[in-house]
């Protein structure tokens, strides 16, 4: 089974604070994505990467940034971590047809 | 950049009664993707459909892609309380030779006991 594993599953942090979200894939893929999840608002992809030290913006990457040294590892930055940044966030991998999905973090900014 | 509308945003049904969430796109789709996520749980992947007019049957759930492939349905006929949670379209778009997912708003599905 693929698993997409992120390092945490709760955080809570101050603001200004630089936030590092982990999130590691097994099953070599070359796609990976951040997402954040709000109520009303769905899924929305933050940055995606489809190979070692290449990214791209999604739709919402305004302070945010990302980091993928090692295939297996897409990291999600916060420079400096702000309320409305308060929000489950996604990690995703995929091949091809579909994505497959951590557990996810839910982020508390105070 | 292409987006996917989907609704109702929220829906209670009686045990037994049947579901549908529509999704919908202003701009022909190449495929459509269908997700659910469990309470306290992440999105797993359902099916994708990829030709207009397309239907596809798992168990009790009714996977359509309209012919024009701008739109999509999935029903599940008589509603079992294992069907709670939400239910996502989303769609895989090429990107500079890759590929991303846009996800639509989703729909919560609550089933009355």
């Known amino acids: 089974d693929v698993k997409v594993t992120q390092s945490s599953r709760y955080l809570v942090k101050r603001t200004g604070e630089k936030v590092f979200l982990e999130c590691v894939q097994d099953?070599?893929?070359?796609?990976m994505f951040w997402y954040r999840q709000d109520p009303g608002l769905g899924l929305r992809l933050i940055y995606f990467?489809?190979?070692?030290?290449?990214?791209e913006k999604g739709d919402i990457p305004e302070g945010y940034s990302v980091s993928r040294e090692k295939k297996e590892r897409f990291s999600l930055i916060l420079e400096s971590a702000s309320t409305n940044q308060t929000s489950m966030y996604l990690c995703?991998?995929?091949?091809?047809?579909?994505?497959?999905f951590g557990q996810g973090t839910r982020l508390t900014v105070v | 950049g292409q987006q996917v509308m989907q609704i109702p945003q929220y829906q209670h049904v009686q045990e037994g009664e049947d579901f549908t969430t529509y999704c919908n796109s202003s701009?022909?789709?190449?495929?459509i993707q269908w997700y659910k996520q469990r309470p306290g749980g992440h999105p797993v992947f359902l099916i994708q459909?990829?030709?207009?007019?397309e239907v596809k049957k798992q168990k009790r759930l009714t996977f359509q892609f309209g012919e024009a492939k701008k739109n999509s349905s999935l029903h599940i006929t008589a509603t079992q309380t294992t069907d709670v949670g939400t239910y996502f379209c989303?769609?895989?778009?090429?990107?500079?030779?890759?590929?991303?997912?846009?996800f639509g708003t989703g729909t919560r599905l609550k089933v009355l006991a």
């Open positions: 995703a991998s995929s091949r091809d047809t579909e994505a497959f």
């Open positions: 099953m070599d893929h070359e796609n």
């Open positions: 990467s489809y190979d070692v030290k290449m990214k």
């Open positions: 701009t022909t789709l190449s495929n």
């Open positions: 459909l990829v030709k207009s007019g």
């Open positions: 989303a769609v895989s778009t090429h990107y500079s030779g890759t590929y991303k997912y846009i």
